[in-house]
């Protein structure tokens, strides 16, 4: 089933275009990796799909709807979870309230003002904060957490409304590189046994090829290439892409 | 037709000081991200010293060299002030900063008593302006048209000074970006110092050149701080052009407002102030700010209160019912009053601590809760009970209207527009006497007869007000007072969990001014009437010092902010007349000194004891 299907996307800000007709697709299961090097249009694209941006031009679609005019609370609502580069967390609450928050608005309980929060859901929350191993921190305050722990909360909020599509972006920066395997392994796994598609942007390669199914390379703009991680290793233009080739004058002088 | 031509220019002339006070506040908050509240008081204050001395110097020099000295005096006490006060809260959040800068315009107000007196000075009429001049066939003061020359003129003095000295490069690129500005080695404490000088100059000298316009009293400082408060908001926070034309803008929907509705001429200002927030949040020449990243609090997580402390609330309240068999008429009519007022500030700390919106005008909503009890009795002849419905209700239309269009705002435009709406709701029950009384107020307005004893009323304050604040403490603990808190910490986090921060906002909002408006309706039946006061800045200002002394970061400080802040203030009305002085140093000194409150003080002195 495909989860997630761009066609000719496009993106300007008045000026040049950042993203230029890019189009892929994405399947329940699958990783795929975003990568390219810094200002290819990596988080732009993304904050398109996400509907924190708007696109110039392109079709988006999420489990077959379409997602143009779309705000970010409507594209969650389609079944979208996401993650953020530096983590977001309620950080006046505690670990599991944060994941409660999370299914409060799933199971549409945000007009329940008569009863006490803690009686909805707890369980469900408790089973979340198990599936990524954060089960023993339930009753910590948020902001006493170590930054990976956050890191893992925030893939159990974005698990709250059994997500078709996961979005992280740079789901390991700022971890240390054992505690980014542990996360992108454990991410790996819940793809697979929900079939979620999951569609990241890395800077680590490492974390890239051992993980990721399937690579898209973003470069200015436009996705240079299209592949299975053997096949990225071995691309002239994605080497030269990240390398250098020694061709950025001979393209401007030609 | 000449006429109109005339009003517009009177407007035009109007606009000259407004300018200057807005222009004043914009650079400060620009570069210092201060919304200077007391601002207006440096604005009164440029208008005293100019009086005290165009008096004493004669001539033509003496006059206009007044008017510059006593700006340049103002501006003086205003770089001591920033460098003694200032400075310790440019970090603080806004609510802090608001405050403390409040707490300066109600000391101010008390100092000029002091020095000026009570009564309202008339000054000098301006040497070489005394006559008025032929506006095609109308006479037209000459000072006026001098004031028409003036806005311009310090509009392009202020472009040169940003544009072409070196200083004015530091202050445009510090409004851009602060840090990088202290990256680059400038030293930001005298660049924030000149720029609070210049704005207060501004100020100061905007009071100075009202001085052979109008008598200068001791309300020139509010009302002027909230005409800059909508001139900003409309013009746009930060940007002088903008404040320039929102100047113009506000002056002439006055002057024509007062000819469209002679008797709310504000209605006019408020329907283009609404339409301009609709259409460009932001104000006319405003930028949009991105998303806040998610805040760090100091405090523990809140929890509902456990068992002992539930009992402990349990024999407060069982010993507060028996309070009439202990106490006299007189203490029991303060007690009633004191449950009024704790309900009201519970209300708006379920604002400012669950939803981190601080409004300062959330006396609106007690006041209109007020006037809805009044006019129920006196309009429509309501028995008692039906006017305690009938206030909420008013309360809760006013906060469903007002707050539609506060909640497109966040941090200091949320709480400048709440100041503005409650000055509109104020300005309604001062001017539409035939409904409101006016000034007189409305009186006789007594307790039906089966409480009409203290005692008995008292029993219905807390049968009333006991539940309201037992409802508020649910309303935190729900799942929607957690969306509420949601929206506050982390609005990426809150949108990426489908939460609409609006109408979450917006709800939120209606809850804290039905539960106002029920105090107020309760107020009116204690106190027998209702005056304009009942939705003043000063009561709403009250009601986030009771907020602060009780404790942001708590769940349900207010309750005890109330109580000792309105007991201390009950007393302090009692041994001095200048209780207000008092009151501005108790501001100042919480802000600076006490900023957990003294409930947030306890828990953190629990907090120690459980983990030594």
């Known amino acids: 089933m495909t989860v997630l299907s761009v066609k000719g996307l496009t993106k300007s800000f008045g000026g040049p275009k950042v993203v230029d007709n890019v189009s892929f697709a994405l399947e329940a299961g699958e990783m795929l990796a975003l990568i390219g090097p810094n200002g290819a249009g990596k988080s732009t694209c993304f904050n398109i799909i996400n509907g924190q941006l708007s696109r110039s031009a392109g079709e988006i679609r999420i489990l077959g709807v379409d997602t143009s005019g779309l705000d970010p609370s409507r594209i969650w609502r389609l079944g979208v979870g996401r993650t953020f580069q530096i983590t977001e967390t309620f950080l006046s609450m505690t670990v599991i309230e944060n994941v409660q928050m999370a299914l409060f608005s799933h199971h549409r309980l945000l007009t329940v003002w008569r009863k006490p929060a803690r009686h909805f859901h707890a369980r469900e929350a408790e089973a979340l904060l198990d599936l990524v191993g954060m089960a023993e921190f339930a009753g910590r305050p948020c902001r006493q957490l170590a930054y990976g722990d956050l890191k893992r909360l925030e893939l159990a909020i974005a698990l709250a409304n059994e997500p078709k599509l996961l979005l992280m972006d740079e789901p390991a920066a700022g971890m240390a590189p054992r505690e980014r395997g542990e996360l992108m392994s454990l991410a790996a796994r819940i793809a697979k046994t929900r079939a979620i598609g999951i569609l990241f942007t890395e800077h680590d390669m490492d974390v890239v090829f051992e993980h990721a199914d399937r690579i898209m390379v973003l470069n200015r703009g436009v996705l240079i290439f299209e592949g299975l991680p053997e096949a990225v290793r071995r691309s002239a233009e994605v080497q030269a892409v990240y390398l250098g080739a020694g061709t950025l004058y001979a393209e401007s002088h030609a | ?612």
């Open chain 2, 1 to 612: 037709m000449n006429f109109y031509l005339v009003q517009f220019l009177a407007g035009l002339a109007s606009a000259a000081s407004l300018f200057l006070v807005s222009s004043g506040l914009s650079i400060i908050f620009g570069v210092t991200r201060i919304v200077n509240f007391a601002h207006g008081a440096f604005y009164m204050l440029g208008a005293y010293v100019a009086y005290s001395l165009t008096e004493r110097l004669s001539g033509a020099l003496g006059f206009w060299g007044g008017i510059v000295v006593a700006a340049l005096v103002v501006a003086l006490v205003g770089a001591l002030l920033e460098m003694l006060l200032l400075r310790r809260i440019y970090r603080a959040p806004e609510l802090f900063q608001l405050l403390a800068t409040f707490g300066l315009t109600l000391a101010a107000e008390d100092l000029s008593l002091l020095i000026w007196g009570p009564e309202d000075l008339l000054g000098r009429r301006a040497p070489g302006f005394r006559g008025a001049v032929d506006v095609m066939g109308l006479p037209f003061p000459s000072y006026d048209l001098f004031l028409i020359g003036i806005g311009p003129l310090v509009l392009l003095l202020l472009f040169l000074l940003f544009r072409r000295t070196r200083w004015g490069v530091l202050v445009r690129a510090a409004t851009q970006d602060r840090e990088m500005v202290a990256a680059l080695g400038v030293n930001q404490k005298w660049l924030f110092t000149s720029v609070f000088t210049l704005g207060v100059f501004l100020a100061a000298l905007g009071g100075a050149l009202q001085l052979p316009r109008e008598a200068v009293t001791h309300q020139m400082d509010l009302r002027i701080i909230t005409e800059v408060f909508v001139v900003v908001v409309i013009g746009g926070l930060g940007n002088v052009v903008g404040a320039f034309l929102a100047a113009i803008l506000v002056s002439e929907l006055n002057a024509f407002g007062i000819l469209i509705f002679p008797k709310i001429s504000l209605i006019l200002v408020f329907l283009v102030m609404a339409l301009v927030l609709v259409i460009r949040p932001m104000g006319l020449l405003g930028k949009a700010e991105g998303p806040t990243r998610a805040h760090a609090s100091a405090a523990a997580p809140w929890r509902p209160l456990d068992g002992s402390v539930r009992l402990l609330v349990m024999a407060a309240v069982i010993l507060a019912a028996l309070l009439p068999f202990a106490a006299g008429d007189y203490a029991l009519s303060v007690a009633s009053e004191l449950l009024i007022f704790m309900l009201y500030a519970a209300s708006l700390h379920f604002l400012i601590s669950t939803g981190g919106l601080v409004s300062f005008g959330h006396a609106a909503y007690f006041g209109l809760g007020s006037y809805g009890a009044a006019i129920a009795v006196k309009s429509f002849g309501a028995p008692m009970l039906a006017a305690l419905i009938a206030g909420p209700l008013l309360g809760c239309l006013g906060a469903l209207l007002f707050g539609w269009f506060c909640v497109r705002l966040s941090g200091v435009y949320f709480a400048m527009l709440t100041l503005a709406f409650a000055q509109i709701a104020w300005s309604v029950a001062f001017q539409w006497n035939a409904v409101t009384g006016g000034d007189n107020g409305l009186l006789g307005l007594w307790p039906a007869a089966f409480v009409a004893t203290p005692a008995r009323f008292y029993w219905l304050t807390l049968a009333l007000v006991v539940p309201a604040i037992a409802v508020l403490r649910l309303i935190v603990f729900s799942p929607f007072g957690y969306a509420f808190r949601a929206v506050r910490d982390s609005q990426l986090r809150s949108a990426a969990i489908g939460l609409d921060r609006q109408p979450i906002q917006w709800a939120s909002f209606v809850v804290a001014g039905t539960f106002a408006a029920l105090a107020g309706a309760l107020y009116t039946f204690s106190k027998g009437s209702v005056f304009p006061d009942n939705l003043g800045i000063p009561l709403s200002v009250d009601g986030l010092v009771m907020v602060l002394l009780g404790g942001i970061e708590t769940v349900s400080g207010g309750i005890v902010g109330a109580l000792v802040f309105k007991a201390l203030s009950i007393w302090l009305t009692s041994q001095t007349d200048y209780s207000k002085l008092a009151l501005g140093a108790l501001i100042v000194a919480l802000v600076v000194a006490f900023p957990k409150g003294i409930v947030g003080a306890i828990e953190g002195l629990g907090g120690r004891k459980v983990r030594p």
